[in-house]
């Protein structure tokens, strides 16, 4: 492509309130395309109970599907819901809705894309690899801090690599940002999810990729993030900002990128299946030679919280199990561009690499 510049697209319709889940029924009803396509629900195993089902607003044929977010979402898994809607319905359904925190988010993004897409998850694992839109698709976030709810990405692990389905289709059509579906979020959970947003926020204004429009949604999320963990507001306002930073945080990398934490998690949740959040987190509070300010500030906040990061997590691994990780951080090229510029692998060698892995 000759273009310079990325001409990115963003979620067009967004509902934001307390309470506002309630309005998904009159938002679907004008998409419902007739009684035989169904909407399908994809919902976090952790809201599996009569109330919070009465709560979705099926009719029709449409169906409520639970899945357990104990492990972050699989191209095989995607596959196998696809076929599953496509062998139960004569028609494509009206769309697709994904309740959840990030793991569900992203499986329902694919799910939407695979169901207008002929083959497997895996063939669209990359950048613009989709040709066609996706189903319309709804996303529904219950815990704040990845921003899957407004990325054009959706992270899936694949038999080979775990890579994004990165593409103008992947994002939503519609979100609603309810903050107190957060409400029954685990303490430890709603802050590893929680520095995934602040991390997000760390990378993109320190990377050599930044520019104004990064800028001014990094600054936004950091200073909203600050306040939810280093200050002492109250619990529904500190849901409302949360639930907002996660939105900067995703536009502020969306037009910019992440950095050396991402790239390195990512090598520990290919191996060891460590979370996205918590991975994070393992890897950052060692980068302090490289993001300084921030480093200080998140040790700050685990401080404040009294959060006990898991200790010796690679004090076992082999040298082969370390070259498998340190492979695939490294073959992370743009988001070591972005944190130390073109010459990149000159400053973070193989050995300097695995020196940080040791530490974790
Ligand atoms: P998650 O979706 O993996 O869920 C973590 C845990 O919280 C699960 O046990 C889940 O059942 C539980 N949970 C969810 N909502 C809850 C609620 N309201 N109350 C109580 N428990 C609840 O967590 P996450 O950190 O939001 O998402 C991580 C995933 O997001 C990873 O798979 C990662 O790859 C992905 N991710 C995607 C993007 C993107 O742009 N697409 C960006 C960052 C991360
Ligand atoms: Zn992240």
């Not at 396509?37 to 976090?44: G, R, T």
């Amino acid at each position: 492509s000759t273009s310079q510049y990325r001409n990115f697209p963003m979620v067009p319709r967004v509902v934001f309130g307390e309470g506002s889940f309630s309005q998904l029924g009159e938002i679907l009803l004008p998409k419902r395309r007739n009684s035989e396509a169904p909407f399908i629900f994809l919902v976090d195993d952790f809201f599996e109970n009569e109330e919070f089902a009465a709560q979705i607003p099926l009719i029709f044929n449409d169906e409520l599907i639970f899945i357990s977010a104990n492990e972050e979402p699989k191209t095989e898994q995607v596959d196998a819901l696809v076929k599953r809607i496509q062998d139960t319905y004569e028609e494509l359904p009206s769309g697709i809705i994904g309740i959840g925190g990030g793991t569900l988010l992203d499986l329902a993004k694919a799910v939407a894309i695979l169901l207008n897409n002929n083959g497997r998850a895996e063939q669209y694992q990359g950048w613009d690899l989709v040709n066609r839109p996706a189903l319309y698709h709804v996303g529904v976030p219950t815990i704040s801090g990845t921003g899957a709810e407004v990325s054009r990405t959706t992270v899936l692990l694949g038999p080979e690599k775990k890579l994004g389905i990165n593409s103008d289709y992947t994002t939503y059509d519609q979100v609603i940002l309810d903050p107190d579906l957060t409400k029954t979020v685990p303490k430890e959970q709603w802050f590893y999810t929680g520095m995934d947003c602040f991390i997000h926020c760390i990378e993109s204004l320190n990377g050599t990729y930044l520019n104004a429009f990064s800028q001014s949604y990094g600054e936004k999320a950091l200073e909203l993030c600050k306040e939810v963990f280093l200050e002492d507001i109250p619990e529904c306002e500190s849901r409302d900002k949360l639930m907002m930073a996660s939105w900067h945080g995703g536009m502020s990398i969306a037009y910019s990128q992440v950095g050396i934490a991402h790239a390195v998690s990512y090598g520990l949740s290919y191996l060891l299946g460590v979370k996205h959040g918590i991975g994070n987190c393992l890897v950052f509070q060692h980068l302090g030679e490289f993001y300084p300010d921030g480093v200080q500030l998140f040790r700050k906040m685990i401080e404040k919280h009294n959060i006990k990061l898991p200790q010796g997590v690679c004090s076992n691994l082999t040298q082969n199990d370390f070259d498998i990780m340190v492979n695939v951080a490294l073959g992370m090229d743009a988001l070591w561009e972005n944190a130390l510029g073109k010459e990149w692998k000159t400053i973070m060698t193989p050995e300097r690499l695995q020196a940080i892995y040791q530490r974790i």
